[in-house]
């Protein structure tokens, strides 16, 4: 699972900035353990981090082997994966990670189908899920959906599907004139 993007070098000792893909900061608490992902080479490599620690949005990690600025910058835009087994547990049953939701189908609560999850975003307010759906062949349909508690009808982590409220106001096809 993607935790984080390395961002950019920090000082002349080697260390990095780590963009966080996630605010929950047990997940970067004990990092030790990653993978590094090179999106220009498509390669995985480990690593090991020494030090990490919080500054602002991002944190400053130190990787084993990594000793000055020259060899920190090749480390500059990989992406850092963890297991999910490392993932904190979460406390109750109504939490879940971003990642239980991509790809789950999404109804009605009469049935009809809306479309796949395929990505959510995060407006400040509340998370806003993209569903996709496919018209035909060359087309498809986005959604975008408020992911608020009194809008979810049925969500269980292990099934494959949610059921959702159909918003009256979200399919009415009229234009409000004045």
């Given at each position: ?35 590094l ?9 480990y ?86 759906k ?45």
């Amino acid at each position: 699972m993607a935790i984080g993007k390395i961002s950019n070098t920090h000082g002349l000792n080697g260390e990095l900035k780590l963009f966080p893909y996630s605010n929950e900061r047990e997940i970067f608490n004990n990092l030790k353990d990653v993978l590094l992902y090179n999106p220009k080479t498509k390669r995985f490599l480990y690593a090991k981090f020494e030090t990490i620690r919080k500054a602002d949005k991002n944190y400053i990690i130190s990787i084993s082997g990594v000793e000055n600025i020259s060899s920190a910058q090749r480390y500059k835009d990989f992406i850092v994966y963890i297991s999910k087994e490392n993932l904190p547990t979460l406390k109750n049953k109504y939490e879940f990670y971003y990642f239980e939701l991509l790809d789950k189908e999404v109804y009605y609560e009469d049935g009809n189908f809306v479309g796949k999850i395929v990505d959510i975003l995060e407006t400040g307010a509340n998370e806003v899920l993209i569903i996709e759906k496919q018209i035909d062949r060359f087309n498809k349909e986005e959604i975008l959906y408020p992911l608020i508690k009194d809008n979810i009808i049925k969500f269980v982590k292990e099934d494959d599907n949610i059921v959702v409220k159909r918003l009256e106001w979200y399919e009415d096809d009229t234009e409000d004139r004045d």
